[in-house]
């Protein structure tokens, strides 16, 4: 039937698939999340972006029934978290940073006893794990000790033990962490395929690009707090404009050219270190003739002339003021070109 | 998963609450799951074969001559002893398992799962009646290898079997909650160890109490061990039922009373 249609009416309507109102939780005295709303709509893809240590895990698992929230609530569904818990894990499949599948059975082992668990008979629990494995392309290993599996192997089993119930709600904690390319792509197919069978999808990472590539509405998660929700045409639109990437053939000509730059424009720029590239927010692109043309007035030769949008990657800095990378001279060293760039 | 949509979360028929059979039917699965772990790892059935076979031994010959005069009078009187101390010594290793099980990441799953809460610990403990089997049957075959022929007969033999694994169970919980409550698989270990030794060596497993001064004589006769292996003796030795086997059986109802409710909070709490 029209069943996309029903749900997108229903979003609108005001039918979350999670609702969350102030969530905190200490863990002595660090409070890990810290005061966390969260609106998730049915139907939808939904990306909590953040670095190590922000609260990412922490807030999936008080959703998740599985850590008790010390404020706030939370809904799943319309319902409460905590006091019909029972009824929010029908209706949730969660896949956690670390496989949560039985390392000393088998693939099948596993999916068969999670299957019966959920109620099925010892046939129909067969069966189903040879569907899943076979769909997750884990059928050959489905008799190997899970010992002897990679990474990725584990993730997908992981991720099929996570469906056996096909839950309306899909918790997928930084599903993609230390996958190869190939794997990752198509875990990202996978996660699609889901949201096209009605699920609803809610995926923590770390990486820009998988929530730029998948999420329709994203939030930045910093300190246990959100700093920034929408999609990512919204947030990539709060950060602003587009930058003008100017190269200039002579570096000398370096200092004459940026004060050109900010007369014309009437903004600040910077200078990138790696390429002395002069860097400056492009608001308006009539007057990037005007420029050109007092450039040359100047007698300043150009050696290259670049436009870039806004990455999430500068999204995020501008909004956390610090950078994604752990590499921290990187991320340092970034933030200040993009500090002064932005002003 | 082949069904091309997912059933939304508003046609679904959702409960609150599990039912009885529910709950008996997840602590099945788990305890199947069990079964499963035990066939991948053998080896943790070593302390269940090895103790019985080397401590009936051990402890025959070294006491048999002084309590009782000679090895042979001796043996209805350790083989009910040494089986209650042994099946209840390898109660330890569920607490100790259960903490290291609970370690893997396999239980967040089952957190999330829509099933008794109490499933996982129970099925665990359901499982561990392997090892406690194996242990009771090893160490009535050592004895009857070394000269034992229970006047009881074998019918009363396999009641008094069923006892003491029934009572194993019963303080296996005990462990289970400090293997809920504990930090390390060690920690448990060695805890359960304080706890139980005393339990089982002031008790009558190895001597009769009459011999002991007056102030252990006292806590040897209100130990619940002491019922145990008088109620195993009767039975084994003279296929009579007592006060005693009623006692053990409250007293393993007592605390699976007490410690089932206590385990499953403090695994609940657990995070």
């Given at each position: 039937?029209?069943n ?13 698939a999670?609702?969350?109102c102030?969530?905190?939780?200490s ?37 998740a ?7 706030g ?11 019909e818990?029972?009824?929010v894990?029908q ?23 999670f299957?019966?668990?959920?109620g099925?008979?010892r ?8 569907e899943?494995?076979e ?6 290993a ?8 990679s ?8 991720l ?10 899909i918790?997928?904690?930084?599903p ?22 009605g699920?609803?999808v ?16 994203i ?5 246990g ?28 000509d ?10 014309v ?17 492009m ?8 420029l ?26 501008t ?21 002064v760039?932005?002003? | ?16 609450k ?39 031994l ?5 006491f048999?001559g002084?309590i009782?005069?000679?090895v042979?009078?001796?043996l ?8 209650v101390?042994?099946?209840i ?14 370690d ?6 089952f ?6 809460r ?12 392997i090892?406690?089997t ?12 070394m000269?034992?022929?229970p ?19 019963s ?21 359960s160890?304080?706890?139980l ?12 109490a009459?011999t002991?001064p007056?102030?252990l004589?006292w ?6 061990i ?42 609940m709490?657990r995070?």
């Amino acid at each position: 039937m029209s069943n996309n249609q029903g749900k997108k009416l229903l979003a609108v309507n005001g039918d979350w698939a999670v609702e969350a109102c102030g969530l905190v939780k200490s863990f002595g005295t660090n409070r890990a999340v810290d005061g966390v709303d969260l609106k998730v709509p049915t139907g939808s893809i939904y990306g909590v972006l953040g670095p190590n240590g922000a609260g990412k895990t922490t807030t999936i698992r008080m959703l998740a029934t599985l850590l008790r929230a010390d404020e706030g609530s939370a809904r799943i569904f319309g319902y409460d978290v905590v006091k019909e818990a029972q009824i929010v894990r029908q209706l949730i499949g969660v896949t956690g940073q670390y496989a949560s599948v039985d390392e000393s059975l088998s693939a099948t082992e596993n999916l068969v006893i999670f299957s019966q668990l959920l109620g099925l008979g010892r046939s129909a629990a067969k069966r189903k794990a040879a569907e899943l494995l076979e769909e997750f392309g884990l059928t050959e290993a489905a008799k190997r000790p899970l010992k002897n599996f990679s990474g990725g192997m584990r993730r997908r089993l992981d991720l099929a033990a996570s469906l056996i119930a096909q839950p309306p709600l899909i918790f997928l904690d930084e599903p993609t962490t230390g996958l190869d390319p190939r794997t990752r792509n198509q875990m990202w197919e996978t996660i699609r395929r889901l949201v096209k069978e009605g699920s609803t999808v809610l995926l923590t990472t770390q990486y820009l690009q998988e929530a730029d590539e998948l999420a329709d509405r994203i939030a930045v998660i910093d300190h246990g707090r959100v700093v920034a929700e929408g999609t990512v045409n919204e947030l990539k639109a709060s950060v602003g404009t587009s930058s003008l990437y100017l190269g200039i053939k002579n570096l000398q000509d370096l200092q004459a050219a940026r004060q050109i730059v900010e007369r014309v424009l009437n903004v600040g720029s910077s200078v990138s270190t790696e390429d002395g590239k002069i860097i400056a927010p492009m608001a308006d692109a009539d007057r990037v003739t005007d420029l050109l043309i007092a450039i040359r007035g100047a007698g300043i030769q150009l050696a290259e002339l670049s436009v870039q949008k806004p990455t999430l990657d500068e999204v995020f800095l501008t909004i956390t003021g610090h950078g994604v990378q752990e590499d921290a001279s990187k991320a340092s060293d970034k933030s200040q070109k993009e500090g002064v760039g932005r002003g | 998963m082949k069904s091309t949509s997912n059933t939304p979360a508003t046609d679904r028929r959702l409960r609150n609450k599990m039912s009885f059979s529910q709950t008996v039917s997840n602590s099945l699965t788990m305890a199947y799951r069990g079964l499963l772990k035990i066939r991948r790892t053998p080896e943790q059935l070593f302390d269940v074969t090895l103790q019985p076979i080397i401590f009936t031994l051990m402890f025959t010959y070294i006491f048999g001559g002084a309590i009782s005069g000679n090895v042979q009078s001796y043996l209805p009187v350790i083989i009910p002893g040494i089986l209650v101390q042994t099946v209840i010594t390898t109660s330890i290793v569920t607490g100790v398992q259960l903490r290291e099980d609970m370690d893997k990441g396999v239980f967040d799953r089952f957190k999330s799962l829509p099933i008794a809460r109490i499933a996982p610990l129970s099925g665990a403990l359901l499982a561990d009646t392997i090892r406690y089997t194996i242990a009771t049957v090893l160490t009535f075959t050592m004895g009857y290898i070394m000269g034992y022929r229970p006047d009881g007969g074998l019918g009363h033999v396999a009641i008094a079997a069923l006892l003491v694994i029934v009572c194993a169970w019963s303080i296996s919980w005990i462990f289970a909650f400090f293997g809920v409550i504990a930090r390390t698989a060690s920690s448990v270990q060695g805890i359960s160890m304080i706890v139980l030794f005393p339990l089982t060596f002031l008790s009558n497993a190895f001597v009769p109490a009459e011999t002991l001064p007056k102030l252990l004589q006292w806590f040897v006769k209100i130990n619940p061990i002491s019922h145990l292996v008088t109620a195993v003796r009767d039975l084994s030795n003279s296929g009579t039922i007592g006060w005693d086997l009623t006692i053990s059986l409250i007293g393993a109802a007592v605390i699976v009373a007490i410690f089932a409710p206590l385990t499953v909070r403090a695994y609940m709490r657990r995070t």
